[in-house]
């Protein structure tokens, strides 16, 4: 390569690189684990360059200890090394603080949720993912009777039981029968419910309802995979998810195979319970994924001589919702014919009454405020951007 010269035809002394030109470098520097290059990831603390050509760079591991140290060592000082007028280099490695690990794995995070997979749910499916922090809140009972009530709009909607361990979807639907298969992959159960129809897939349909099913976390979400890939779900126009408690390997692998999920999450009125369910709020939101609302099951109880009783407390759905900037999608109140309802498979929310009505309420407001489903036939990029903008506007 010829030395540079200026107008006069003179040489002139090569020129060191900018601190801006030294980071574009190191873009291509990547770290294998976290897929991403280290200048996005926050990793290159900091860029000097001295006259003399010296290039001094700081860069932060997650931990000390790193097994990739070598190669990310390497890789950084071969691509600043191999620029013009870089007479050497400095590299200084330290580990992350807590801050600056919480940023790295947020972009690792978004990261993953760029590259989704495919699912052979369809693009413009409103998923509502039904979530608690704990068990025994009726989460399986809010997610089969809002879906029957979605339904009796005249919807289509899908009900994906992922609590594969503590599936119980078939029976609160009074559900049974075989999976088939067609062209190798899974056909739901279809419940007619008026005008619209509920497709349905449980493991509770592949196992004995009376033997434990042992698996760890990845067959677990292997499992959940194989139900949003593998299956013909057809033109469903909502899909609801029965999570399984807590924020496990379910819940995470979720957010990566369908980043547009949003959720719904469940509590009881106790401050305990409140508690609880924020971080199911909390593990939604780190994974890029929008919190809808929050519904508030077991709430006042009316005896039959009309006086209510607040038997767990009250206010924790509103507290919750509050705390998060959400809203209260409803209170289900204390009622026998909810359980009773569950225990014979006829979903409250198909017949009449109060509890039908509220669910009714819970439906309409998904349906039209919360999740409207969008026609994207024949959009626009300028469309897009609106439902974009829409979007943005009810998150925050």
């Given at each position: 390569?010829?030395?540079?010269?200026?107008?006069?035809?003179?040489?002139?002394?090569?020129?060191?690189?900018?601190?801006?030109?030294?980071?574009?470098?190191?873009?291509?520097?990547?770290?294998?684990?976290?897929?991403?290059?280290?200048?996005?990831?926050?990793?290159?603390?900091?860029?000097?360059?001295?006259?003399?050509?010296?290039?001094?760079?700081?860069?932060?591991?997650?931990?000390?200890?790193?097994?990739?140290?070598?190669?990310?060592?390497?890789?950084?000082?071969?691509?600043?090394?191999?620029?013009?007028?870089?007479?050497?280099?400095?590299?200084?490695?330290?580990?992350?603080?807590?801050?600056?690990?919480?940023?790295?794995?947020?972009?690792?995070?978004?990261?993953?949720?760029?590259?989704?997979?495919?699912?052979?749910?369809?693009?413009?499916?409103?998923?509502?993912?039904?979530?608690?922090?704990?068990?025994?809140?009726?989460?399986?009972?809010?997610?089969?009777?809002?879906?029957?009530?979605?339904?009796r709009r005249g919807l289509s909607v899908g009900v994906l039981d992922a609590d594969v361990w503590g599936f119980s979807v078939p029976r609160l639907l009074g559900m049974e029968?075989?999976?088939?298969?067609?062209?190798?992959?899974?056909?739901?159960?279809?419940?007619?419910?008026?005008?619209?129809?509920?497709?349905?897939?449980?493991?509770?349909?592949?196992?004995?309802?009376?033997?434990?099913?042992?698996?760890?976390?990845?067959?677990?979400?292997?499992?959940?995979?194989q139900f949003l890939q593998d299956a013909h779900w057809g033109d469903v126009q909502y899909l609801l998810i029965d999570l399984p408690p807590g924020t496990g390997d379910v819940?995470?692998?979720?957010?990566?195979?369908?980043?547009?999920?949003?959720?719904?999450?469940?509590?009881?009125?106790?401050?305990?319970?409140?508690?609880?369910?924020?971080?199911?709020?909390?593990?939604?939101?780190?994974?890029?994924?929008?919190?809808a609302g929050v519904i508030e099951n077991m709430s006042d109880f009316t005896c039959e001589h009309g006086t209510t009783y607040a038997l767990f407390g009250s206010g924790g759905?509103?507290?919750?919702?509050?705390?998060?900037?959400?809203?209260?999608?409803?209170?289900?109140?204390?009622?026998?014919?909810?359980?009773?309802?569950?225990?014979?498979?006829?979903?409250?929310?198909?017949?009449?009454?109060?509890?039908?009505?509220?669910?009714?309420?819970?439906?309409?407001?998904?349906?039209?405020?919360?999740?409207?489903?969008?026609?994207?036939?024949?959009?626009?990029?300028?469309?897009?951007?609106?439902?974009?903008?829409?979007?943005?506007?009810?998150?925050?």
């Open positions: 390569m010829a030395a540079p010269t200026n107008d006069a035809g003179e040489t002139r002394a090569p020129v060191p690189p900018t601190p801006d030109e030294v980071r574009q470098a190191l873009r291509a520097v990547i770290d294998p684990e976290l897929g991403d290059n280290i200048v996005d990831l926050g990793m290159v603390r900091s860029v000097a360059v001295a006259d003399d050509g010296t290039v001094a760079v700081a860069v932060a591991l997650t931990i000390a200890g790193c097994p990739l140290r070598s190669q990310i060592e390497r890789d950084v000082r071969g691509r600043i090394a191999g620029m013009d007028a870089v007479a050497a280099v400095d590299l200084t490695i330290a580990e992350m603080d807590a801050t600056e690990k919480a940023a790295v794995m947020s972009r690792a995070r978004w990261k993953a949720r760029e590259g989704a997979p495919d699912t052979a749910v369809p693009a413009d499916t409103r998923v509502l993912a039904v979530a608690s922090g704990k068990g025994g809140v009726g989460k399986s009972s809010v997610t089969v009777n809002l879906a029957v009530a979605l339904a029968g075989e999976i088939e298969a067609r062209g190798g992959k899974m056909v739901p159960l279809e419940l007619p419910v008026g005008d619209g129809v509920l497709r349905v897939l449980s493991m509770g349909f592949l196992a004995d309802e009376d033997r434990a099913i042992m698996w760890r976390g990845l067959v677990l979400n292997r499992a959940v995979q819940q995470m692998g979720l957010a990566r195979m369908l980043p547009r999920t949003e959720m719904l999450v469940v509590t009881t009125p106790p401050v305990a319970a409140q508690q609880v369910a924020s971080r199911a709020a909390d593990m939604a939101r780190r994974g890029y994924l929008r919190v759905g509103q507290r919750l919702a509050t705390s998060l900037g959400v809203p209260l999608v409803g209170t289900i109140p204390m009622h026998p014919d909810f359980s009773a309802g569950g225990d014979a498979g006829e979903p409250v929310a198909l017949g009449g009454g109060e509890l039908a009505a509220v669910f009714a309420e819970m439906a309409r407001r998904v349906a039209e405020e919360l999740a409207p489903v969008i026609e994207t036939s024949g959009c626009t990029a300028r469309l897009l951007d609106q439902v974009e903008r829409a979007v943005a506007a009810a998150e925050g």
